[in-house]
T-cell receptor, first 113, second 112 residues
Framework: DGGITQSPKYLFRKEGQNVTLSCEQNLNHDAMYWYRQDPGQGLRLIYYSQIVNDFQKGDIAEGYSVSREKKESFPLTVTSAQKNPTAFYLC????????????FGPGTRLTVT | QKEVEQNSGPLSVPEGAIASLNCTYSDRGSQSFFWYRQYSGKSPELIMFIYSNGDKEDGRFTAQLNKASQYVSLLIRDSQPSDSATYLCAVRGSAGYSTLTFGKGTMLLVSP
């Protein structure tokens, strides 16, 4: 089955710890995205990548980092510098070739206490 | 600053009625428009996209785009309780390769 997977589904961390969220896709999509969603809010873009070994900051990149070493994978690290890391994190992808429909993974709910 | 505005709702309709969800956007040059459905606790699911002025129909869903008025809507015919969800409007801007800007969503409640 083709799709986007995110792991884990739920993640709990102590304040001051870095944590890495996984996103993998087997859709052969070029572009991948990370969003966060807070209760009652829309999706806000953290980082995106159009091709391997290249990525750009979104609207709220501070306190986050990413890598894109493989086409299939786009992990997101939430660093201790992120002031309010508790949120629902969503990964999405699109073919990126004149196609802009983004498809989402199931999400990771991160709680930092 | 690109903005996408939606009424937060909830929009309540009886089963079998037509639900009308609306979205306005600020970037006049926006090219592509998307509707996502998001059930509580789940990730968004793409249900419709529209690139040209006019109507686009897919089953019980119709997307309507009016670029002159900077307005896009989603009509759901014969609404079912299973349609109860939050509907997110997303817009791709005008500047070359562009990311999507999402509205905060409208909650739809369909009562049996």
């Amino acid at each position: 089955d083709g799709g986007i997977t995110q792991s884990p589904k739920y993640l709990f961390r102590k304040e001051g710890q870095n944590v890495t969220l996984s996103c993998e896709q087997n859709l052969n999509h070029d572009a991948m995205y990370w969003y966060r969603q807070d209760p009652g809010q829309g999706l806000r873009l953290i980082y995106y990548s159009q091709i391997v070994n290249d990525f750009q900051k979104g609207d709220i990149a501070e306190g986050y980092s990413v890598s894109r070493e493989k086409k299939e994978s786009f992990p997101l690290t939430v660093t201790s510098a992120q002031k309010n890391p508790t949120a629902f994190y969503l990964c999405a992808s699109t073919t990126g070739r004149n196609s802009y429909e983004q498809y989402f993974g199931p999400g990771t709910r991160l709680t930092v206490t | 600053q690109k903005e996408v505005e939606q009424n937060s709702g909830p929009l309540s309709v009886p089963e079998g009625a037509i639900a009308s969800l609306n979205c306005t956007y600020s970037d006049r040059g926006s090219q592509s428009f998307f509707w996502y459905r998001q059930y509580s606790g789940k990730s968004p699911e793409l249900i419709m996209f529209i690139y040209s002025n006019g109507d686009k129909e897919d089953g019980r869903f119709t997307a309507q785009l009016n670029k002159a008025s900077q307005y896009v809507s989603l009509l759901i015919r014969d609404s079912q309780p299973s349609d109860s969800a939050t509907y997110l409007c997303a817009v791709r801007g005008s500047a070359g390769y562009s990311t999507l800007t999402f509205g905060k969503g409208t909650m739809l409640l369909v009562s049996p």
